[in-house]
């Protein structure tokens, strides 16, 4: 008998202790009656320019779009590496 009670009685208090805690004060679990500022936050600030001011080079006019793939950034990779 006590092997079945005392398992029973455990998860009586956590469901007691969980019902207790996850209530409102008043009783009414859908309440909103908080006091909230509801104020807009303020905008965002400029990005910082991290380039140095240097711009990017614009796109030759008959290039076209290479698809990203591996063997593409692999080439484009050794492209932009110094010679030696």
């Known amino acids: 008998m006590m092997k079945r009670f005392?398992?029973?009685?455990?998860a009586s208090a956590a469901l007691t202790l969980t019902l207790a805690a996850c209530s409102s004060p008043d009783g009414n679990p859908t309440s909103t009656e908080d006091d909230v500022a509801t104020a807009p936050l303020p905008?965002?600030?400029a990005a910082v320019d991290t380039t140095g001011g240097k711009k990017a080079p614009a796109p030759a006019a008959n290039s076209v779009m290479?698809?990203?793939s591996a063997p593409n950034a692999t080439e484009d990779?050794?492209?932009m590496q110094p010679q030696m």
Do not use: H, S, T
Request: a positive charge.
């Open 43 to 45: 905008p965002l600030p």
């Open 66 to 68: 290479r698809e990203l």
């Open 77 to 79: 990779i050794k492209k």
């Open 6 to 10: 005392l398992p029973a009685l455990l």
